[in-house]
T-cell receptor, first 113, second 112 residues
Framework: DGGITQSPKYLFRKEGQNVTLSCEQN?????MYWYRQDPGQGLRLIYY???????QKGDIAEGYSVSREKKESFPLTVTSAQKNPTAFYLC????????????FGQGTRLTVV | DQQVKQNSPSLSVQEGRISILNCDYT??????FLWYKKYPAEGPTFLIS?????DKNEDGRFTVFLNKSAKHLSLHIVPSQPGDSAVYFC???????????FGTGTSLTVIP
């Protein structure tokens, strides 16, 4: 079955540690995205990538980094510079550069203690 | 600055009745709008969309209405079912086509 897989579903890290969230898709989608969801807020865009080896900052990129070495994979690293890393992280992908809908993964709940 | 707003954080409706979820936006350049449904601890799933050249799109029990002059869209669910209980996000596409702006979501509870 085609889809987007985020792993792990729950992640705990100590403050000051970098952590990498995985996102893999087998939909042959060109574009991939990372969003963050906090209580009472909409989904906010962290980074997006329209093609391999290229990505752009979204609205809240500070403290995060990404890579897009393969079409299928778009990992997100939450660095120690991110002041409030505890959140629900969602990865999405879409068919083309001008996308009519995004397909989301199941999300990763990151808790930093 | 929130460009897409859902001013009602929650809504409760009796089973079988109509659910109306509202969404307002500020940018007149948005040209495409979507509704997503989200269950707890899961990713959002696409529900229905509408292009700015239309004012209505219907898919089964779900209808989205767009009022461009008011910069307002709404999602109607008729009849509402308990399985519709979820958080609903509206989203608007910027005119560059590669970024969507999401509202804060409305939590719908359909009471059996």
């Amino acid at each position: 079955d085609g889809g987007i897989t985020q792993s792990p579903k729950y992640l705990f890290r100590k403050e000051g540690q970098n952590v990498t969230l995985s996102c893999e898709q087998n939909l042959n989608h060109d574009a991939m995205y990372w969003y963050r969801q906090d209580p009472g807020q909409g989904l906010r865009l962290i980074y997006y990538s329209q093609i391999v080896n290229d990505f752009q900052k979204g609205d809240i990129a500070e403290g995060y980094s990404v890579s897009r070495e393969k079409k299928e994979s778009f990992p997100l690293t939450v660095t120690s510079a991110q002041k409030n890393p505890t959140a629900f992280y969602l990865c999405a992908s879409s068919r083309g550069h001008v996308w009519t809908e995004a397909f989301f993964g199941q999300g990763t709940r990151l808790t930093v203690v | 600055d929130q460009q897409v707003k859902q001013n009602s954080p929650s809504l409760s409706v009796q089973e079988g009745r109509i659910s109306i979820l509202n969404c307002d936006y500020t940018n007149s350049m948005f040209d495409y709008f979507l509704w997503y449904k989200k269950y707890p601890a899961e990713g959002p799933t696409f529900l229905i969309s509408i292009s700015s050249i239309k004012d209505k799109n219907e898919d089964g029990r779900f209808t989205v209405f767009l009022n461009k002059s008011a910069k307002h869209l709404s999602l109607h669910i008729v009849p509402s079912q308990p399985g519709d209980s979820a958080v609903y996000f509206c989203a608007a596409r910027g005119n560059t086509g590669n970024q969507f702006y999401f509202g804060t979501g409305t939590s719908l509870t359909v009471i059996p």
